[in-house]
């Protein structure tokens, strides 16, 4: 696979990884959510929130703007 693939040839240590994986029940190659990573969702509702603070005062900071929030 190396001479037909190149550098873009996965190594085989990947290939066995990914075997292993896929027979252990994954079925995606995306990333999973990790412990510890921050889960974020941006709505419309809350953007629109965000653009009428800044409306009404310029100078407004990002801790002003979470403390509303909460």
């Known amino acids: 696979m190396k001479v037909q693939y190149g550098d873009?040839?996965?190594?085989l240590q990947q290939v066995y990884?990914?075997?292993?994986?896929?027979m252990n029940g994954v079925?995606?190659?995306?990333?999973?959510?990790r412990p510890g990573q921050a889960h974020r969702v941006v709505t419309p509702e809350d953007i629109a929130a965000v653009e009428a603070i800044v409306k009404e005062n310029g100078r407004v900071t990002v801790n002003e703007i979470t403390r509303n929030g909460d």
């Open 8 to 11: 873009a040839c996965l190594s």
């Open 17 to 22: 990884e990914w075997t292993r994986k896929f």
């Open 27 to 33: 079925s995606s190659e995306t990333d999973s959510p």
